[in-house]
């Protein structure tokens, strides 16, 4: 029997780019972020390169990388948001993720105001950019564990 397989774009900021050598690896550690949640991604939008800080200052659980995902069962105009940590710095194993809930694209940044006409969350393609290898052809998920 053939590996099913899905394919996903992947995207980063407009105002935002990331180094095209570290990319490959963002990818990877993305894409094993977004499956820890059983469902298969459709589409990426990676956020930062690997930090460890977050809202309130340093995140306890270490260096992550920030993500965006729509999955097929995600509402239209919506995302869920993601950290995929690893062991360290420049270290893009996958250890663990953690996911916040369900939002609308329009939800403004942190430090931006949408009233003030600013960035938001999940910007319309004229605010993204297409990573020059996606749409990439990664393994379907396996099935989620009843």
């Given at each position: ?36 949640k059983g469902l298969a991604p459709t589409t990426l939008l ?13 995140d306890p659980q270490g260096y992550h990388v920030t993500l ?8 239209r105009d919506n995302h869920v948001t993601a950290h995929g ?62």
């Amino acid at each position: 029997m053939a590996e099913s397989v899905v394919q996903v774009r992947v995207f980063t900021y407009q105002t935002n780019p990331i180094n095209s050598t570290i990319m490959p690896d963002l990818v990877q550690l993305a894409y094993k972020t977004a499956i820890d949640k059983g469902l298969a991604p459709t589409t990426l939008l990676i956020r930062s390169i690997l930090h460890k800080s977050t809202k309130g200052g340093p995140d306890p659980q270490g260096y992550h990388v920030t993500l965006s995902i729509k999955y097929p069962e995600t509402p239209r105009d919506n995302h869920v948001t993601a950290h995929g940590y690893t062991p360290g710095r420049d270290n893009y194993q996958f250890v663990s993720a953690t996911f916040g809930d369900t939002q609308i694209d329009a939800t403004p940044r942190r430090g931006f105001h949408k009233s003030k006409g600013e960035k938001v969350v999940w910007p319309d393609l004229a605010g993204l950019v297409e990573w020059e290898n996606s749409p990439v052809t990664f393994p379907a998920p396996p099935a989620p564990k009843k």
